[in-house]
């Protein structure tokens, strides 16, 4: 069975601070994906890496993909309370097949004003 | 695209009563997904379908769970005599699958089930 574990699962921090969240696996993946869900609402896709070592940039948010495919990060810079929801790492585990994503547990962030 | 819709928003209902929830994708979306999603939890993947065919079941969906998607398009999720464990957010996502490269997952807002 393949999992990804998030850490931390909880994340309180002032206006300001960096941050960083990790998805690890004992698994290779395919692709990593990055979402963002706020309450009562689905989930809203951040990124997609898909090659072993490939750093993303969007804004104030940077995204790694692992070397051997098997983790990824997600690093917040000077974080504000806008960014605050449930950060969700989701791996493609067969290329060929194109199927079902896996989730992680979800970080929830909150960044105080 | 007026994104993926999911319906109803709410539903509560008493144990052992059936219930059916119905999601619109994307209309040139290929592929959808149900998934299962508890408070604080990542959501767990239950089922995929391409156009019509159901390709992939978890282990987590027991009989009392069935998806249809007859025409390649909205889909029905059914839970027939439902536990207070079934009680979760239902969430749909749909995308434009291109043989084996992974296209990002449109979700839904979900369909919050309650078992009383």
């Known amino acids: 069975t393949q999992l990804l574990e998030q850490s931390p699962q909880f994340l309180s921090i002032q206006e300001g601070e960096n941050l960083t969240v990790y998805c690890n696996s004992s698994s290779v993946f395919s692709s990593l994906q990055w979402y963002r869900q706020e309450p009562g609402e689905g989930p809203v896709l951040l990124v997609t890496?898909?090659?072993?070592?490939e750093v993303k940039k969007l804004k104030r948010l940077t995204f790694q993909f692992g070397d051997a495919r098997k983790d990824s990060s997600l690093h917040i810079t000077a974080a504000q309370p806008g960014d605050t929801g449930l950060y969700l790492c989701?791996?493609?585990?067969?290329?060929?097949?194109?199927?079902?994503?896996?989730f992680g547990q979800g970080t929830e962030l909150s960044v105080k004003p | 695209d007026t994104g993926v819709s999911q319906d109803p928003r709410h539903k509560i209902t008493k144990r052992g009563q059936n219930v059916t929830f119905r999601c619109d994708p994307i209309s040139e979306h290929n592929r959808l997904y149900w998934y299962r999603q508890t408070l604080g939890q990542g959501p767990e993947f239950l089922t995929y379908?391409?156009?019509?065919?159901?390709?992939?079941k978890s282990r987590l969906l027991s009989d009392r769970f069935s998806a249809e998607r007859p025409k390649g398009s909205f889909s029905t999720l059914e839970i027939q005599r439902t536990e207070q464990g079934d009680s979760a957010m239902y969430l749909c996502?749909?995308?434009?699958?291109?043989?084996?490269?992974?296209?990002?997952?449109?979700f839904g807002n979900g369909t919050r089930l309650t078992v009383t």
């Open positions: 989701a791996g493609g585990a067969n290329y060929n097949q194109g199927g079902k994503l896996i």
């Open positions: 996502a749909s995308s434009l699958g291109l043989g084996g490269v992974y296209s990002p997952l449109h």
């Open positions: 379908f391409q156009n019509e065919a159901q390709l992939e």
């Open positions: 890496v898909v090659t072993g070592g």
